[in-house]
């Protein structure tokens, strides 16, 4: 990415907020500066009145590779307490908090490869609509990581069902479109070239809709998602994904 490239292109479309991550060229990893502006977007469309809808799609060839290895590592190699890469970690958190609690419908668009904390990033997306192209990955522990990004672990398991999602962390096998379908991961797949008409399909009448009541009923299906969990354990996520890579970088 050039020192002048935006992370991010952001639109707006009366109620309808698009955002895009825009470092193609980098497989659209989650820098700290992406996620610093992705926070930031977030909270400015959830604050104004005339907006209801989000859709979160990627520029280039996929919509994520997942996390930025390259600045973890260097992180890593600047602070080897792990302090900073726990920064970062946070910031991952405090992102998909925001896409879980808005009010705002959020729709993933996603299209080529979604990995790691790019498939956190889409599944607290409310609705999603994904290409006939899209791969899916969780890596994780292949690199010597647990799938500790985002909160995305119990929202994963919620959405797709234990059994499942244990096959996805500990076999770690790549997966199509199709499959994302039967799992639950994808609400909706089309063509590619039919990728942007379905995702208006869904945003503009949602943005038809009364906004109160559009707010109450995300507040409610929140809730209810929430109330079987008397803890929350992904609060530590980011000081296990810092002090997994602390340790696995010692070994080498």
Not at 107 to 121: D, E, T, Y
């Amino acid at each position: 990415m050039t020192s002048d490239q935006q992370p991010l292109l952001v639109t707006a479309d009366g109620p309808v907020v698009r955002i895009r991550l825009n470092t193609p060229e980098r497989g659209n990893v989650l820098s700290g500066r992406m996620l610093d502006d992705l926070l930031a977007v977030l909270n400015a469309a959830d604050d104004d009145p005339a907006v209801r809808v989000l859709v979160l799609s990627g520029a280039g060839r996929d919509f994520c590779t997942g996390g930025d290895r390259e600045e973890l590592t260097a992180l890593l190699d600047e602070d080897p307490s792990g302090t900073s890469l726990r920064a970062v970690a946070v910031k991952g958190r405090r992102v998909c908090d925001a896409l879980a609690s808005t009010g705002l419908v959020t729709i993933a668009q996603l299209h080529g490869s979604v990995i790691g904390a790019g498939l956190a990033l889409a599944v607290f997306c409310d609705l999603r609509v994904g290409a006939e192209d899209c791969r899916f990955w969780l890596p994780e522990i292949q690199g010597g990581i647990p799938p500790a990004w985002g909160g995305a672990l119990p929202r994963l398991i919620h959405e797709v069902g234990a059994a499942r999602v244990r096959e996805m962390v500990l076999v770690a096998d790549k997966f199509d479109a199709a499959t994302a379908y039967e799992l639950s991961i994808l609400h909706k797949v089309v063509p590619s070239e039919r990728l942007d008409e379905a995702v208006a399909r869904w945003a503009e009448p949602l943005a038809d809709r009364p906004p109160a009541a559009l707010r109450t009923a995300k507040l409610m299906l929140n809730s209810y998602a929430l109330a079987p969990r008397l803890a929350d354990g992904t609060l530590f996520d980011p000081d296990l994904l810092a002090s997994a890579m602390t340790v696995q970088a010692r070994k080498h």
